[in-house]
């Protein structure tokens, strides 16, 4: 084997590692835009692809036969291996394969210019290694940067994932500029100049190029802004849904205390009822009045006692759901007098905190599941804190809409919201302010 054969198979296997970790960074990359965590299928999609680029190489094939394939990869590696939905698969699929046809269209600009050059191969094939590997570089840090900046996956986005289909066109414009200009090496490069685009030039297929990458991205953001925007009208009918709820709980909380304000008005002319029949040893009729007046007041009692009767209501709704669900529930909460934290505000915080608690204790947990929710004032601030027993396959934090509700409300009130995970257990720790901060303060 002569020295350049050598140099030839040594670029075939660069060629082989630089695409192996460009397949190991769109792994990545479709972890980051879907959520879905399964790093043990990394080595075997890497593999497949691998495997796949090296019979394209060794046969030849057109680029039409590398872009089903890779699509197919993406696609079934994606549904059969990580369990995801088709309409999951449509934002990370779209925009890989749309980068990875914008590198190969500049690969083979730069490839036909250097050939046009007449290098010899002692320069040329490390020419196109160094090309080769600057691209993939630039690729897996465009890669990088887009899951960065657009990625994003609470679930509300997962609504307008179609929109995405929108970047389709821009991997046509790019096989229509490679295959009317003439770039790939497959086109018959006899064709006369003019044929295809009239006399054809690197410089002008390098600029259709770099225009339909600023469309590509012009589209990316625009897709990205119109899902943000889909997402804050799905949480602001969310946080306006739980609104309505909560005037549930306040009218409840004035209904209660107006039946409580006669119960005590009329407490007395009940005292005289039973202070007679009793006297009349008339004890049959004493009992049968006294376990009706018994039964009336059991009605008044809502069982928990913070100082908040609309608290009162809505804890003792959320408390007795979660022991319906086989949930153990410890409260230890006490509404300070003269709170200054509106009680809508309060139960937005309280029931998202333990909506979210009860939510992963029902996904299971290792023995009982148990909910502990802890108020109280520490000097000007009010303190909540929320934990939950959750199952170890649960503890990737979801940054969903019942959270983004809470942090609404802890700006409000110039507070912190703090989350720990760890050892089978997820804590919510919320600080209000009680009075507004001061240079004084």
């Not at 030839?8 to 479709?30: D, R």
């Not at 409260?331 to 200054?340: L, T, Y």
Request: glycine share 8%.
């Amino acid at each position: 084997m002569g020295d350049i054969e050598i140099l030839s198979v040594g670029f075939y296997i660069w060629w082989l590692l630089v695409n192996g970790c460009l397949y190991t960074a769109e792994f990545h990359f479709i972890q980051s835009f879907t959520g879905i965590r399964g790093k043990r299928h990394m080595i075997l999609y890497v593999g497949i692809s691998v495997l796949c680029t090296f019979l394209v190489m060794y046969y030849q094939s057109p680029g039409i036969v590398r872009l089903i394939l890779h699509m197919g990869i993406i696609l079934g590696f994606s549904k059969y291996q990580l369990g995801m939905k088709w309409r999951d698969m449509i934002a990370p699929a779209m925009i890989v394969l749309t980068l990875f046809t914008f590198m190969e269209g500049f690969q083979t600009v730069f490839m036909r210019w250097l050939a046009d050059q007449k290098i010899g191969p002692w320069a040329g094939i490390p020419v196109q290694m160094l090309l080769s590997g600057g691209l993939t570089l630039l690729l897996i840090l465009t890669l990088r940067f887009v899951s960065k900046k657009y990625s994003c996956h609470t679930g509300q986005e997962k609504m307008l994932s179609h929109l995405y289909l929108l970047l389709f066109p821009c991997i046509f414009i790019v096989w229509v500029i490679r295959s009317g200009l003439g770039l790939d090496m497959w086109v018959n490069r006899n064709l006369s100049t003019n044929q295809a685009f009239m006399n054809p030039t690197n410089l002008w297929a390098l600029l259709w190029i770099l225009g339909t990458c600023a469309i590509f991205f012009i589209l990316l953001n625009l897709v990205s802004r119109i899902n943000a925007i889909s997402i804050q009208e799905a949480e602001q009918k969310s946080l306006e849904a739980q609104i309505r709820k909560q005037n549930t709980y306040l009218e409840e909380a004035k209904k209660r205390n107006q039946q409580y304000r006669m119960f005590q008005h009329d407490i007395q002319n009940h005292f005289l009822v039973l202070s007679g029949l009793i006297h009349e040893k008339n004890y049959d009729e004493a009992e049968k009045y006294f376990e009706k007046l018994h039964r009336i007041s059991d009605k008044l009692l809502v069982g928990i006692e913070t100082g908040n009767p609309v608290i009162d209501i809505l804890l003792n709704e959320k408390i007795n759901f979660a022991k319906l669900n086989h949930i153990e529930v410890k409260h230890e909460v006490q509404i300070p007098s003269g709170c200054s934290v509106e009680d809508m505000d309060l139960c937005v915080i309280l029931a998202n905190a333990i909506d979210n608690a009860v939510q992963a204790c029902v996904k299971g947990v290792n023995g009982q599941p148990v909910i502990s929710i802890f108020l109280r004032k520490r000097h000007n601030f009010l303190i909540i804190e929320v934990t939950n027993t959750m199952h170890l396959e649960h503890e990737t934090l979801k940054y969903g809409t019942g959270l983004k509700n809470i942090q609404h409300m802890v700006e409000k009130y110039e507070g912190t919201m703090e989350i720990e995970m760890g050892g089978g257990s997820f804590r919510l720790t919320i600080l209000l302010c009680l009075q507004p901060f001061t240079k004084a303060n």
